[in-house]
């Protein structure tokens, strides 16, 4: 019988193929294993940790404003809002306003003027969205507030500088309603036109900063978008 060929090497038997295969198929389960472990315990952590930041969050509004926010991680919703009040008043101003008001009938002119102080409070409806959002994966607060807009305007220390008949045209309670209607569009169109809401924005924002910075760390990143408008 002719010998082997010298340059022929012997093929290892088929069982030591089936245990390096199986060894090497184990190895790479331990590896997958291991790596799905770690994934699991980092998004069990940063999901942990972030909860607890969502609650201390919570709380700092509580405390400050007697209010809830919504607060969510990523798309879950972990801290329900409770808004027991309607309106978060951020900024406050007073005017004088003067309005002069008169009709004139057959040659006849009546006429009235009204003065008074009016207090303006801007700040957020609380009836529309009030969102805080936590991104585990960069570790940012992203706030959603709503536009901020004049809640209420009040009137006090009112006057009547003057208060004058026509000789047949005389002055009569609807035409003094009508002057102060009047003065309180003229006041609220001056408020309007003021820095007050684009003043009440830029205090909430600071308030809310300051808030969250208390709640989490100082460098956190906080990132301020529009609310969702309600369907």
């Not at 315990?41 to 709380?59: F, G, L, N, P, Q």
């Not at 308030?207 to 529009?226: C, Y």
């Amino acid at each position: 019988m002719p010998d082997a060929h010298p340059l022929e090497a012997p093929r290892p038997p088929r069982k030591v193929w089936r245990t390096t295969l199986a060894i090497i198929s184990a190895a790479l389960a331990l590896v997958v294993l291991i790596a799905a472990a770690t994934t699991w315990w980092m998004t069990y952590r940063v999901t942990t940790e972030a909860r607890s930041v969502a609650r201390a969050i919570a709380e700092e509004f509580r405390q400050a404003f007697q209010l809830t926010p919504e607060v969510r991680i990523n798309s879950l919703v972990v801290v329900a809002a409770n808004t027991p009040v309607a309106e978060l008043v951020t900024m406050q101003k007073q005017a004088r306003v003067r309005h002069a008001w008169s009709q004139t009938w057959m040659h006849s002119t009546k006429a009235i003027e009204v003065e008074a102080t009016f207090t303006a409070r801007a700040g957020f409806d609380l009836h529309e969205p009030f969102r805080i959002t936590i991104d585990p994966a960069t570790g940012s607060v992203i706030t959603q507030l709503p536009p901020a807009r004049i809640l209420s305007l009040g009137m006090t220390d009112v006057s009547i500088p003057r208060d004058e008949d026509g000789y047949w045209n005389k002055l009569t309670q609807q035409d003094r309603e009508q002057a102060f209607r009047e003065l309180e569009e003229a006041a609220r169109k001056q408020f309007a036109e003021s820095d007050l809401v684009a003043d009440a924005t830029r205090e909430g924002e600071i308030r809310i900063r300051d808030l969250i910075h208390k709640a989490t760390e100082s460098g956190t990143p906080i990132v301020t978008t529009p609310a969702p408008t309600p369907r």
